[in-house]
């Protein structure tokens, strides 16, 4: 597994990003204010804004919406590992929320390239997917996805 691709994030094209390639990247501390800041606009339910409705939900205490940490998990992602040559994403599949997230967790993501192919109608670009995976400080999984995104190719 490497910290990055062979070229600068600004610069990456498609050629860039190999086929079974791997990277990490982060960590992101998770603030127990930014859990009750993001929940209380996007996702304002007792187990991610009231502490104490919380400690006797089904968690055990405060988790992050799985919202906020597909937010963290993307800031890592746009940060380190795509660059001005994406040109959009398709979409995602397989979301899933493994665990909970909790004040005091530390992020990383794990990136690796399951599929690179340029595009027969547009050579211009081409698709890669990743399999991503979000992980805390006690190496557990707690979301992953399988994303999708449209890459320029070097010019010619």
Same mark, same amino acid.
């Given at each position: 597994m490497t910290r990055d691709p062979p070229s600068p994030a600004a610069i990456?094209?498609?050629? !860039?990003? /190999?086929? !079974?390639? *791997?990277?990490e990247y982060g960590p992101v501390g998770v603030t127990e204010a930014e859990i009750i800041a993001?929940?209380?606009?996007?996702? /304002?339910?007792?187990?991610?804004?009231?502490?104490?409705?919380a400690a006797s939900g089904p968690f055990g205490g405060l988790i992050a919406s799985g919202w906020h940490t597909a937010g963290l998990m993307m800031r890592l992602l746009a940060t380190h590992f795509l660059s001005s040559t994406s040109i959009a994403s398709p979409g995602i599949d397989e979301l899933r929320w493994r665990a909970p997230v909790r004040p005091g967790d530390?992020?990383?993501?794990?990136?690796?390239?399951?599929? *690179?192919?340029?595009?027969?109608?547009?050579?211009?670009?081409?698709?890669i997917r990743s399999a991503?995976?979000?992980?805390?400080q006690h190496d557990t999984v707690?979301?992953?996805?399988? *994303?999708?995104n449209l890459i320029r190719c070097r010019p010619s």
């Open positions: 990456r094209y498609f050629e !860039d990003y /190999p086929l !079974d390639s *791997a990277y993001f929940a209380r606009q996007f996702d /304002p339910q007792p187990i991610h804004i009231d502490r104490e409705a530390q992020l990383r993501i794990r990136v690796r390239i399951t599929e *690179a192919e340029r595009s027969r109608s547009k050579p211009d670009r081409g698709m991503i995976e979000v992980i805390n707690v979301m992953s996805l399988s *994303a999708m």
